[in-house]
């Protein structure tokens, strides 16, 4: 650990926390009596906090942001390189990392054309949510404006954002929501005998066409868009049954529909493909991604459109609202493209997204192995180095478990010294299903060794 923060310094570090900072997500009354956790440091897969203390990091950064891994000077030395040249410039001009690694980007995503960047996963969400509503305006009199969300999914912390919110837990408090919003019921195979109707067979096609009903519902010329996450991930590692996205492709190209997928989680790697949705041959209209984009050393996030979105933004260059007429500040820093450059050679020099497809199958089945042992695992599913195991009281009943004890299981993995995740005030009654995401970089043994302490804390949790 970092040899020039003294014990003196990192206590003042501690207090100046305490008295200071508002931490995201966590209710602040325990630390009244406790100190708030700082990590201080970050080598490989390993990060180490005030107490010097060494932990395994299953969780890349907490919310699968440092795809790889800490340390990377490489990108360090790239973004300094690019801040002493030009740090920053607003988006209405380009930049020299901006281009590049717009091109490169590109290049991973055939069917798609142009990178509008911003700097949070929610920022890149809005502006998909705002190009579907100008393109109503421009093309449809307004009408065809709402756009449909699934129940269960995440799309970002903002109030647009959560008006597209499937977790009801991150949106209590938070209305009124705007209008123009949508749900559409969720694609968990295992929760299915929650969802009147749902088929034996042929569940993936049977969610699917829920969609279409809330399409016919709503009236389709009045339907924008439908946002979905590849893979579902604070909700509960949701990946979508057999038959599914192909329906869903179906569905939006009959009722002219554009689809935004949310690779915010899954862009960049995580799954084992650049994306999420690339594992089924669909064809988005939008693209929107962040957390892992420059792996957590910079902040980026980019809204990919097709041509013929971006076509219909230029189509009367004499109308002075006819473009897309939004900025965002820092979507102009050059440390993300710079940073996010690196990010995507690294993965290609390293060839991580095979080490993301192996390793991911590895941990797939040394989950399931752990469910061999414990019957309080129901599921466990995922794809690539994204998993869940999906926590139950019973079986049979698949009711899941008091949320407190999945709470349980991650603090005795952490004193053990390995960082797990659990769903987080996200579904009601469904904060239940462990997260797994290390580094693309993973090996078997730190594998293992995530494993081995969820072993350990399911045993002491549940016996
Ligand atoms: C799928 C998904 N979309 C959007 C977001 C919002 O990203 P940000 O926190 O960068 O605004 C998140 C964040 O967890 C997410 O998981």
Known sequence: MDGTLSPNDISRVVEADRANVWHHLVQHKPFETGAPRIIIEGRGMHVWDQAGKEHID?????????????????????????????????????????????????????GLSRVYYCNSGSEANEKAFKMVRQIAQKRHGGRKHKILYRDRDYHGTTIGCLSAGGQDERGAQYGPFAPGFVRVPHCLEYRKHEQDGAPEEHYGEWAADQIEQVILREGPDTVGALCLEPVTAGGGVIVAPEGYWPRVQEICRKYD???????????????????????????????????????????????????????????????????????????????????????????????????????????????????????????????GLFLGAELVADRDSREPVDEKLAGQVVAECNAQGVIIGVTNRSVPGRNNTLCFSPALIATRDDIDRIVAATDTALARVFG
Request: aromatic fraction near 8%; include cysteine; charge should be negative.
């Open 58 to 110: 299953g969780v890349s950064g907490g919310v699968w942001t440092v795809n790889l891994g800490y340390g990377r000077e490489r990108i360090a030395n790239a973004v300094r390189d690019q801040l002493i040249k030009l740090p920053y410039f607003a988006g209405a001009a380009g930049t020299v990392p901006g281009a590049l690694f717009a091109e490169k980007l590109i290049d991973k995503m055939p």
């Open 257 to 383: 529909i554009l689809l935004h997928i949310d690779e915010v989680v899954c862009g960049v790697g995580r799954t084992g493909t650049w994306f999420g949705y690339q594992h089924h041959g669909i064809e988005p209209d939008f693209v929107t991604m962040a957390k892992g984009v420059a792996s957590g050393y910079a902040a980026i996030a980019c809204c990919v459109t097709s041509e013929r979105v971006f076509e219909m933004f230029k189509d009367d260059a004499e109308d002075p609202l006819n473009h897309f007429r939004d900025i965002s500040t820092f979507g102009g820093c050059t440390a993300g493209p710079a940073a996010a450059l690196e990010t995507m050679a690294i993965i290609e020099d390293e060839d991580l997204l095979a080490n993301t497809r192996a390793m991911g199958d590895y941990m797939h089945d040394q989950l399931q192995a752990l469910a061999e042992r414990h019957a309080v695992i129901g599921d466990v599913r995922g794809k």
